[in-house]
């Protein structure tokens, strides 16, 4: 008998998975700086939202990382209210690892975009990330984000994706 709880793993509806660079969250170190990175993506399928996963490269200063979740208008360019939430604690022993972040209670519409946001007040972590060019953009439906505490008018980047798999339930 396996007494070993099994990972409840849910199929990547959206993802972009490659990672050949690093976007750096949270509070600089020795700054009053905080970095909130962001990614927009349409969603493949339709379901339920279970977990928005990220890559993590490098956990310089451990902490919490809040994502929150928005509807993202890609003409105007803006961003919702927040729609849901999770947040996680960071160790060093994170680094080199897809870190889930469980936001059930969302229901995502096929063809719709969406976008996630991540800030952190008391930790600073390189999450992965894909640089791409103009005729081979890393996600062809998402833009990468930066935003900083200074301001919530944000900058978004076509060429650069972060690393996620949005799972959904069907």
Avoid at 94 to 121: A, E, M
Wanted: zero cysteines; proline letters at 5%; charged letters at 15%.
């Amino acid at each position: 008998m396996n007494t070993v709880p099994q990972k409840t793993v849910f199929p990547a509806a959206t993802q972009q998975i490659a990672n050949n660079t690093t976007s750096w969250i949270g509070h600089v170190p020795g700054d009053s700086k905080e970095f909130i990175k962001g990614q927009t993506f349409i969603a493949r399928e339709e379901g339920d939202l279970q977990t928005i996963e990220i890559f993590s490269n490098i956990v310089s200063d451990p902490g919490n990382v809040m994502m929150t979740i928005h509807s993202f208008d890609p003409r105007a360019k803006t961003w919702s209210a927040v729609l849901g939430s999770a947040q996680v604690a960071f160790a060093k022993t994170d680094t080199g690892k897809w870190i889930p972040f469980h936001i059930p209670g969302l229901h995502l519409v096929k063809g719709q975009s969406y976008g996630f946001r991540l800030q952190s007040s008391d930790s600073f972590i390189g999450v992965g990330e894909a640089a791409g060019s103009s005729r081979q953009p890393p996600l062809d439906e998402g833009q990468e984000w930066r935003f900083t505490n200074t301001g919530n008018q944000g900058d978004a980047y076509s060429y650069f994706s972060l690393a996620f798999k949005i799972g959904l339930r069907a």
